[in-house]
């Protein structure tokens, strides 16, 4: 029986991420907890001054059933690279999996081993820091996220032992200690002969002193409550076709009188024979109010596992333990109606060969999609909403043939009123229906259906709030010269999972791109519709050329004007990506981060504005900042930093030291770190960062403002000449003079104010971009003919130019041309160097 309890959780099951064989009698019995928690070994590690940024950290305890196959260092630097080190100095558990793992420099298991993942959990109390838990495990696919917690909550009991004996050092065995402190007991049991080594929590457990132990699984048999014995005796003495995990909860007297819950679960590990060989299992004590009779216990723990169960899914998960054992079924299966056909949720057991050949034949071609009038059975049942149970040796349909030879119950969800769904089960063996049975089917029938109409109208709403949060977001991050920019959005696990965190990378030009990260207070559909009205506004107004500061004061303004109660944050980074200038502005976010090249990160100084939406006269003022080739930028929101647990200045420091250990060789890896544990979040996160590399060739410039007099066009003909001849690019010459000599007529002709001419070469190109104040891009002609007295200029530049195109700029355009360097071709030996025609060829 499934079961929800905070200490039992994040026990693995067998054949996921745990240990690939079972612990042997010879192994001190503490260690199953760990085997069950996925852990091959746990060795903990304390620096030699406590708290400290150097030094080693030192090996002071090993835990595990298998310590001497996975050696791990005894010394570690504390400002190295192995994941222990990265964990104590970020304060922030370090996860890898075989893949990471294998990639790692230090710190990890010698000699490598496949399939071997690793977890490196700091240990600390109220901001000391203690040391550093490693683990050691055999998945393949790492821990689970809930092996992961189990594994947090034993880092935080090692570190409460260390922290109680902290005045005379590390104590003898701290990780066997803190296990006894979780109140986590194990054992295994030799079914054939009845001997049990259980350790010295589960006697306490149980209530039985040390020295009334014989070593019998009768006298631990002897505690337990006489209703439940029969069950404890199924799974303590299996078939030999029993196989697998078992999970119970029972309950036990103690010797004070005191009734005591107690949850266990265990797996039957087979001999070479295929009889059940040893039965190795933990024991917790239960933090589930159980009451009354065995049947309502089971009703009353349903009731809490679907008040908590949110998804289609979970719901079915939660019916089918709740279900199988307690009725000894062989088979369960749950589907749900929808648009009159019946599509699977839920098989359980999920194996194909534990399902009837028939149904291995047409199970996954015809249930998930089986119109409901192909089920005759199924669809009077679900009309009447009633209960059918069918004893051994029943005819049904062929669909349903062969799901329970011994007996069949279909249970309609709910049992009254519109059913949404069905749920089948089937014993092979004949099976009587007893009239408690009958009350417990119907009643779990009428929980499960109300929490799959809620979990329905869950995952539609999730399905909406991802499909709404998706179509806000970018869906790629541009390429950039120079850098690269990754992007992470986590939503929040609380209602609704959509909110209003939001970045951008905006490719202003081709050596400029803007950063834009933003976070609209709260997380629901209307923060949501905000915030991609605000990432579309800083978009346009960014595009169009202006500024940093005007871009923030037009969509403050914006959001002045929307009269909305909601307001945004937001940091504006424009990098013009040669020179690595930005240009910060921070309307009322927290700072942007900075790592440097030697692995120091510090947070970034931005003047800051006010938050947008407050006030339509706000000011934004830019702050500069030069980076350097290998410097990496983050900009986050404040769920990153800020939570009810979590001050803002802890949570900065923390993103520091991560970002600090982090490597920057793979940006997509350092966003992972920076994200940590994807538990449960109050807010949602955004998180945008990039790696500067510089420019691989720097671009050469020279501008010329262009005066509004009648030989202005010779004048920047002559201008582009020499700069053409000072770049020894003169093979280019006459495509570039007549580009400039048509752009610059177009500006003095059809516009009014000044007009400028840049002139750029970079990698074999030339660039001609001329800015003029009128916003309208030049009209090219639609039909050109003989009598036509304009129009052919613009189509002559185009036909001689790489690329051609007009760019807003903030008052005004740029109209560009990019015009290729013909390669020159080598002189024959001997041959006069031909020289360099001196003139002005305009």
Known sequence: MPHHGSARAGLSQPGTAGIDAPPGPGVPVGVHALAFAGTAMAVLYVPDVPGADSGDLRSVDTAGCAPVEYRLPERLAVSGGSPA??????????????????????????????????????LGTEGRRLGCLVVVGTGENGFEAEQQRFLERYAHAVAGVLEAEAEGGPPSAPLASALRRMRVGSFVLVPETGVIDADETLRELVGIRPDDFDGKADSLLAHALPEDLSALMSVLEPSPRTSGRRELDFRVRCPTGEMRWLSLRCRVTAGTDGRPEQVLG????????????????????????????????????????????????????????????????????????????????????????????????????????????WPAGTAVEPGLDGIGPGGLAVLPLPPKGRAIGVCLIGWDRPHEFLPEERSLLTATASLAGQALTRAHAHDAEQELATMLQRSLLPRRL???????????????????????????????????????????????????????????????????????????????????????????????????????????????HIAPLLRHPDGSAEEVEVEGGLPLGISMEADFPMTAVALAPGMLLALVTDGLVEAADLPLDEGMRRARAVLAAAD?????????????DHGRREDDVALLLLRYDGMKTRPIRSGWAVWRLPDAVMHARRFTARTLRRWRVEEATDPVLLVVSELVTNALVHTQGPVRLELTLRGGRVRVCVSDSSPRAPARPVIVDWESTGGRGLLLVEAV????????MAGGKQVCSEIAVPRREPAPVGADDPGTEDGDRS
């Open 664 to 676: 920057p060789s793979d940006p997509g890896r350092v966003a992972d770190d920076l994200l940590g």
């Open 282 to 389: 933990v024991v917790t004590a239960t933090s589930v109010l159980h009451r009354g009779a065995d049947d309502v216990s089971r009703i009353q723990w349903l009731t809490a596992a679907l008040d908590e169960a949110a998804t289609v899914r979970d719901v079915s998960h939660v019916v089918a333990h709740a279900l199988r054992e307690p009725v000894g079924a062989d088979r369960v299966a749950l589907a749900e109606l929808q648009d009159e056909r019946l599509q699977v949720t839920l098989l359980d057991p999920p194996q194909p060969d534990a399902w009837p050949q028939t149904w291995r034949r047409q199970w996954r071609s015809e249930w998930p999609d089986a119109p409901l009038s192909a089920l005759p059975t199924l669809q009077t049942a679900l009309r009447d909403g009633r209960m059918d149970l």
């Open 478 to 588: 541009p390429e950039l010269p120079g850098g690269i920019a990754v992007a992470r959005y986590l939503p929040a696990r609380r209602g609704l999972q959509v909110g209003g965190d939001w970045y951008d990378v905006i490719a202003l030009s081709e050596d400029r791109v803007a950063l834009v990260i933003g976070d609209v207070q709260g997380h629901s559909a209307a923060a949501a519709t905000i915030m991609g009205q605000m990432r579309t506004a800083v978009r346009a107004y960014a595009v169009e050329g202006h500024p940093p500061d005007v871009v923030v004061s037009h969509a403050n303004r914006l959001l002045v004007g929307m009269e909305t109660d909601l307001f945004a944050t937001c940091c504006y980074a424009e990098l013009d990506m040669d020179e690595g200038d930005v240009l910060f502005v921070r309307a009322g």
């Open 85 to 122: 080190a990265r964990a104590f100095r970020a304060a922030h558990p370090v996860w890898l999996g075989p893949a990471a793992l294998a990639s790692c420099p230090e710190g990890g298991p010698a000699p490598p081993r496949a399939r071997t993942s690793l977890g490196a959990l700091p």
């Open 801 to 808: 130019s790489e690329s051609f195109g007009t760019v807003p």
